[in-house]
């Protein structure tokens, strides 16, 4: 199982970044896949995830309205669209997946994401948000 996160950068303020998380190893068209980010001295945090077949998705409140999760089945790749960036967006950025299905390919529970159920498999891409 691997994730390989890529599309990161050096932004100013206002711009856009769009993150690739490509699958590889397992039938990633099956699983929900999720975006964590960590920022320098903070803790990793969940930001958004998919669910399998693209019906349910989630964002965390930091990002809601400003950055969008899609994926492409076909080619086993999930995209982070990130708009109107922030200096606090600047983070390394992973992709991750819910291995155990537990939920059945869905990312959403009760209006809240186990985050604790994913699992990083691979590095991440550094965003950077600067003037």
């Known amino acids: 199982v691997q994730l390989q996160a890529s599309g990161g950068g050096l932004v100013r303020p206002g711009g856009s970044l769009r993150l690739s998380c490509a699958a590889s190893g397992f039938e990633a068209e099956y699983y929900a896949i999720g975006w964590f980010r960590q920022a320098p001295g903070k803790e990793r945090e969940g930001v958004s995830c998919?669910?399998?077949?693209?019906?349910?998705?989630f964002y965390a409140d930091s990002v809601k309205g400003r950055f969008t999760i899609s994926r492409d089945n076909a080619k086993r790749t999930v995209y982070l669209q990130m708009n109107s960036l922030k200096p606090e967006d600047t983070a390394v950025y992973y992709c991750a997946v819910e291995e155990s299905r537990i939920y059945g390919g869905a990312c959403v529970i009760n209006d809240d994401v186990y985050w604790e159920d994913f699992r990083l498999r691979g590095q991440g891409t550094l965003v950077t948000v600067s003037s």
């Open positions: 998919i669910s399998d077949t693209s019906s349910e998705t």
